[in-house]
Nanobody, 118 residues
Framework: VQLQASGGGQVQPGGSLRLSCAAS????????MGWYRQAPGKQREMVATISARGDSTEYADSVKGRFTISRDNADMTVYLQMNSLKPEDTAVYYCIAEQWLASMPPYWGQGTLVTVSS
């Protein structure tokens, strides 16, 4: 399985970005998907996750009401719509895909940089 993330960039505070993560390969292995981020000097943290059917989502408190996660199972892509961006949202964003076989580790994408700065 390969996860290809895209959509990062630089945006001013209050702006919006939409991240995409497309899965390819043995996608039948995949269950829930999501996004994590890692800011400079900080640990990686969960941003948002979405269940296999897209009927359940979870968000970090810091992004609730501003970010929306969604997925398209037809082409196995997960999206993160980020609105009202703040400087503290600056980080490398990674997509993650869990496997149905719980004993197996998740897959990680390569990361895409989001910079919120004026």
């Amino acid at each position: 399985v390969q996860l290809q993330a895209s959509g990062g960039g630089q945006v001013q505070p209050g702006g919006s970005l939409r991240l995409s993560c497309a899965a390819s390969g043995s996608i039948f292995r995949l269950k829930g998907m999501g996004w994590y981020r890692q800011a400079p000097g900080k640990q990686r943290e969960m941003v948002a996750t979405i269940s296999a059917r897209g009927d359940s989502t979870e968000y970090a408190d810091s992004v609730k009401g501003r970010f929306t996660i969604s997925r398209d199972n037809a082409d196995m892509t997960v999206y993160l719509q980020m609105n009202s961006l703040k400087p503290e949202d600056t980080a490398v964003y990674y997509c993650i895909a869990e496997q149905w076989l719980a004993s197996m580790p998740p897959y990680w994408g390569q990361g895409t940089l989001v910079t919120v700065s004026s």
